[in-house]
Nanobody, 127 residues
Framework: RIQLVESGGGSVESGGTLEISCRIV????????PAWFRQVPGKEREGVAVLLGDVGAKYSTAVEGRFTVFQSGAVRALYMRMNDLKPEDTATYFC?????????????????????WGQGTQVTVSS
């Protein structure tokens, strides 16, 4: 059974930095197309960042220029470094993945395109 396990959330002040990680258990990371989402209670889950293989990454407008997503195949993990955090970044951050059946990742930020989800990690940014 494939599992995604997030870690690294926490509380920081506005302008601070956090790095969260998502470990894939049960299969090589290379088999999957992973992405990061976030959700605030009462709101829809929002796509934040997704890798585009060797091409780079795609980010939501809200985080472009501040967040960086990268992976470490050796440790089967996906990371996201979040710089210049703002109070509006406060959310539960989820790692999501779908099996790479096409041979490339489409780079979707639509939650409906992902069928494996982690339990989430809380990020809180105070002003």
């Amino acid at each position: 059974r494939i599992q995604l396990v997030e870690s690294g959330g926490g509380s920081v002040e506005s302008g601070g930095t956090l790095e969260i990680s998502c470990r894939i258990v049960g299969a090589p990371l290379a088999r999957f197309c992973p992405a990061w989402f976030r959700q605030v209670p009462g709101k829809e889950r929002e796509g934040v960042a997704v890798l585009l293989g060797d091409v780079g990454a795609k980010y939501s407008t809200a985080v472009e220029g501040r967040f960086t997503v990268f992976q470490s195949g050796a440790v089967r993990a996906l990371y996201m470094r979040m710089n210049d955090l703002k109070p509006e970044d406060t959310a539960t951050y989820f790692c999501a993945a779908t099996e790479n059946v096409r041979g490339y990742c489409q780079g979707s930020l639509n939650q409906d395109d992902y069928d494996i989800w982690g339990q989430g990690t809380q990020v809180t940014v105070s002003s």
